[in-house]
């Protein structure tokens, strides 16, 4: 079997009971076929959230997700919601990973965990992947795809899927605002800025709701699988620990605070986590461009701000909660260390935008 992108031994404090999982999926896996024995395990080192293992069997290879240890902030690593919501998109948005089955019994892993296929292709990093070539006129190209998918995404009918459920009404904006300002507080360190000026700002100047629609809340292409022959073609799109129905352009403000390109600031490109800065990778500007022609939205710079700002800092959140669990020590995991002047980045790149 060929190595998979990412994979490596897994760490002391993210093993589990491999034999305990091996059993619950062999009895519980709606096609329990070739899960005969004990996978070898592997973890994936790329995310800092939820913990995301690579389970190969000699005829098949599937992907486990659980939650790390430590304090979690509410609402996070939500094993069941993630399952959920990728079974119901599944039939109607043709880049999910096939779900192998969900486990809430504490007994096996200490936690919920659930299983699905391996979506086979190429997965970007920081930096693009050897071997695969991009010439500037695919890099192009695939932007405009991932455009593409993010507008097939936003476009689902979300009560027909069965998720109407997670609509909770008009307000969205607002409760993003409140919600990620209360978890900055709440994961706020001494060594970090405080962030008050950013969100009296956004809380001052936060537009209405454009619409509800599915919306990913983490679309940026190393949560996405290319296709290996046409590495310009999205075949997969993974990660949906964040998934709900929600503002389109809040969903694109998150997705753009990772789209770092090429003219950007050396300090920026620092924080880069995806290949945006690739020769032919087109700009923040134009994504914005393309997504609104293709959706119909009629948005000015100036409206755009205000999701551009609130992009960076629900990333200077993230980060700081990532950072918060390294800080207090609830992780050993010495690449957390690198979230907190991760942060400081932000604040200075939100401090420019609003300048």
């Not at 896996?29 to 973890?43: F, H, I, N, W």
């Not at 409760?175 to 990620?180: K, L, P």
């Not at 936060?206 to 996405?224: E, L, R, S």
């Amino acid at each position: 079997m060929t190595e998979v992108a990412g994979a490596r031994a897994v760490r002391d404090e993210d093993a589990f009971d491999v034999p305990a999982v091996a059993a619950w999926l062999r009895d519980n896996a709606g096609d329990p076929s070739g899960l005969e024995g004990t996978p070898e395990v592997r973890q994936f080192s790329g995310g800092a959230s939820n913990l995301t293992y690579l389970l190969r069997y000699p005829t098949r290879d599937l992907i486990l997700r659980r939650a790390p240890g430590g304090t979690k902030a509410k609402g996070a690593h939500d094993m069941r919601r993630e399952f959920v919501i990728q079974s119901a998109l599944a039939p109607v948005f043709p880049y999910i990973a096939p779900m192998v089955g969900f486990c809430d019994d504490p007994s096996v892993v200490g936690g919920d965990f659930y299983a699905m296929g391996r979506i086979e292709g190429v997965i970007p990093r920081s930096t693009w992947p050897p071997g695969v070539d991009l010439t500037p006129e695919q890099a192009r190209r695939l932007c405009l795809n991932v455009v593409e998918v993010y507008a097939e995404l936003h476009s689902v009918d979300a009560e027909a899927a069965g998720l109407g459920e997670l609509n909770r009404g008009t307000g969205y904006v607002r409760r993003q605002v409140e919600g990620w300002s209360a978890r900055y507080r709440n994961a706020h360190t001494p060594d970090n800025p405080s962030f008050e000026v950013v969100m009296t700002w956004l809380d001052a100047n936060q537009p209405d709701d454009v619409a509800h629609c599915v919306i990913h809340n983490d679309f940026k292409i190393d949560n996405m699988v290319f296709d290996a022959d046409d590495p310009t073609r999205v075949v997969g799109v993974l990660d949906w620990e964040m998934a709900t129905l929600g503002d389109p352009l809040m969903d694109l403000g998150g997705a753009l605070a990772f789209w770092i390109q090429a003219d950007d600031s050396d300090e920026l490109k620092m924080t880069k986590r995806v290949p945006t800065d690739l020769p032919g990778m087109i700009t923040r500007e134009e994504v914005v461009e393309a997504y609104c022609e293709r959706m119909g939205f009629d948005l000015t710079p100036e409206q755009w701000r205000f999701y551009e700002v609130f992009g960076l800092f629900r990333n200077a959140v993230i980060a700081q909660q990532i950072y918060y669990r390294y800080f207090h020590g609830q992780t050993t995991n010495e690449m957390f260390a690198m979230f907190g002047p991760g942060v400081q980045i932000l604040d200075r790149r939100i401090a420019e935008v609003l300048a």
